[in-house]
């Protein structure tokens, strides 16, 4: 080769650069066929049978998300909570597996009713505190060490090398929800992980008009297998146009992450002065607990997502969010369109989500203008 290799970016821009040997398109068509044909001597050579297994539209998707993280393959699927929960699935009754306290709270909620049921072991710790996974996993039957850094809704961050050092010493694998780091800011793999799952609802289509999922592994073994025909049994599969849609939305992953991270950093400085907010929960401050661990497992940025905790309590931020007129009051995050969410109101009763927090998806309009329409929001709530 003549050059250096690209870099993930330029990978990302072009889709792996991949053109249509028949008709030179720069994009791939959209594989609507739930069925391929069977060759006269009863093979399948072009190693496509059923599209409950896979389909040609995943393709671009799953290899170009696994260069970003350094993986052997990814798997696509129908939701981040598929994604996830296939994760669990692949273990066996009886299995312990250690969770984080803060993580997203419907992987939680499973965690501690359907996958209890079923058989699994499953033990809630501070993942912000290495000690804590340390003394938690069961050197023998822990089977799955399940991290999210920076963790929603907090942003608490866990040390991903560590994690990989315990649970491999304790003979389980590490999976992490990289959703908020994306494979823009962290590689897990690279760290020692074996698993990473992204909701890609989120940043990778980035623009708030799919549901969709993905699991990359750090090597396409036996376990890798296993998955993948949890997602062909169970048919989590994701659908064609979506998959279409979020291998275009992950073409401007890096310009969106670095214009996000840019103006979320500057929120973040912003209103940590600002006299309605008591704290800002944002891992590129200095001042924040995890910023030492962010600094060294992060490159290019700490991500979009920030909390605000609000001066007045949960009256006061559930006001506020009511008077953003820029901002869009709705779950989710990593679309293009910023966010505002007062969190323990859809997290519900036993959430570890203090009542006076804000969660702010920051995405690609002008900070100035995020800014403003935070601060005339947070004192008008607060007045009223
Ligand atoms: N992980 C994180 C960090 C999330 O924020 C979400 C969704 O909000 C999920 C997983 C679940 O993903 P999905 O909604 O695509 O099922």
Redesign the pocket.
């Known amino acids: 080769m003549s050059q250096k290799p690209f870099s993930p970016a330029s990978l990302a821009a072009q889709a792996m650069g991949w053109i249509d040997p028949v008709t030179k398109a720069v994009v791939p068509p959209i594989h609507m066929a739930s069925t391929y044909l069977r060759d006269e001597d009863n093979g399948y050579r072009s190693g496509r049978i059923y599209a409950r297994a896979d389909n040609p539209t995943f393709d671009q998707a799953e290899s170009t998300l696994a260069a970003l993280e350094g993986g052997a393959k990814a798997l696509v699927f129908s ?3 598929s994604a ?1 929960t296939a994760c669990f699935l692949g273990l066996a009754p009886g299995d312990h597996v250690v969770a984080p306290k803060v993580m ?1 709270w ?2 939680r909620n499973w965690l501690g009713t359907f996958a209890t049921q079923w058989g699994l072991s499953v033990e809630f710790v501070d993942a912000d505190r290495t000690d804590a996974i340390a003394a938690a996993v069961k050197p023998g039957k822990t089977k799955l060490v399940w991290i ?1 850094t920076p963790a ?1 809704p907090t942003w608490c961050v866990t040390d991903i090398a560590a994690a990989a050092e315990i649970a491999h010493k304790a003979g389980a694998r590490l999976a992490v ?1 990289s ?2 780091g994306t494979p823009v800011l962290t590689q897990p793999l690279k760290l020692g992980a074996d698993i990473v799952m992204h ?1 890609a ?2 940043y990778l289509n980035g623009h708030s008009d799919i ?3 993905a699991l990359v592994g750090a090597a396409d073994d036996e376990h890798w297998q296993k998955l993948r025909t949890i997602r062909a049994q169970l048919g989590t599969i994701l659908g064609q146009t979506e998959a279409w849609l979020l291998m275009r939305g992950m073409r401007t992953l890096f310009p969106r992450v670095a214009w996000a991270c840019r103006s979320a950093e500057a929120l973040a400085d912003r209103l940590a002065t600002h006299p309605m907010v008591a704290e800002v929960l944002y891992p590129g401050l200095p001042s924040f607990a995890g910023h030492a661990v962010a600094k060294k497992q992060m490159s290019g940025g700490f991500g979009g997502m920030l909390s605000v905790r609000v001066k007045g309590g949960e009256r006061a931020a559930i006001a506020s969010a009511a008077r953003v007129e820029l901002w869009k009051r709705a779950t ?2 990593g679309g293009v369109e910023s966010l505002i969410e007062h969190r323990a109101s859809i997290e519900g009763p036993g959430t570890p989500c203090p009542p006076d927090l804000l969660r702010l998806s920051v995405g690609v309009e002008t900070a100035d203008d995020l800014f403003d329409d935070l601060d005339q929001a947070l004192r008008r709530g607060h007045n009223s």
């Open positions: 939701s981040g909570m996830a997203y419907s992987l999210e929603n929800d959703t908020v909701s609802t989120k549901i969709a999922g989710s995050l």
